[in-house]
């Protein structure tokens, strides 16, 4: 069975700039995740779909972070513009039922 | 804001001892707990599960549940280099699929 695939798996942009990861869940995985890993830090919630649908936005800096699901499969997570805290590992995770399966991470470094 | 505490260590045992990492959680409804194990680089993988109070073991590891107290633990025995990795207790919340993460207890075994 193919695991979570992200991509790009590093990116170094300058602040003020901005970037876009890209998410494929695992086939049949409704539920699908995005979390900001902070160096030194455990993984952070920034949003949670139920197929195409928002569940929890909660934690998004919606000033400068957006995320999107189109046809509840793939996923996109965008940040414009970035800011120096921003520099991460972006975290993408897809469950069947409460249990996650994580992707490889996207690193991002903001110059 | 739902919260789950770790020590964050580092945790320190020889090679072939017993490592004892602990976790405690805010949400008193929370029925679902999760021990990630994560390589230093790599993106966090499910080791164990637990629902229900009591103890679930799994080779050598046991995941200990006492919801009276909030806590939970992970016993990991003859512990291996191998093992040297940071692990994060997770905590699904009440009638949600949101993952709360703590920040992690890195484990060093030592040879």
């Known amino acids: 069975e193919a695991g979570v695939a992200q991509s790009p798996r590093y990116k170094i942009i300058e602040k003020r700039q901005s970037v876009a990861f890209w998410c494929n869940p695992i086939s049949g995985h409704a539920t699908l995740y995005w979390y900001q890993q902070i160096l030194g830090q455990g993984p952070k919630l920034l949003i949670q779909?139920?197929?195409?649908?928002?569940?929890?936005d909660s934690q998004l800096p919606k000033d400068r972070f957006s995320a999107e699901r189109l046809k509840g499969v793939d996923s996109t997570l965008k940040i414009q513009p970035a800011k120096l805290e921003d520099s991460a590992v972006y975290l993408c995770?897809?469950?069947?039922?409460?249990?996650?399966?994580f992707g490889e991470g996207s690193r991002l470094t903001v110059l | 804001q739902k919260e789950v505490e770790q020590n964050s260590g580092p945790l320190s045992v020889p090679e072939g001892a017993i490592a004892s990492l602990n976790c405690t959680y805010s949400d008193r409804g929370s029925q679902s707990f999760f021990w990630y194990r994560q390589y230093s680089g790599k993106s966090p993988e499910l080791i164990m599960s637990?629902?229900?109070?009591g103890d679930k073991e799994d080779g050598r590891f046991t995941a200990q549940l006492n919801k009276a107290s909030q806590y939970v633990s992970l016993l990991i025995r003859d512990s291996q280099p191998s093992d040297s990795a940071t692990y994060l207790c997770?905590?699904?919340?009440?009638?949600?699929?949101?993952?709360?993460f703590g920040k992690g207890t890195k484990l060093s075994v030592i040879p």
């Open positions: 779909f139920q197929n195409n649908g928002v569940v929890d």
């Open positions: 997770a905590v699904l919340g009440a009638g949600s699929y949101q993952l709360t």
């Open positions: 995770a897809s469950s069947p039922t409460g249990e996650l399966f």
């Open positions: 637990i629902y229900s109070n």
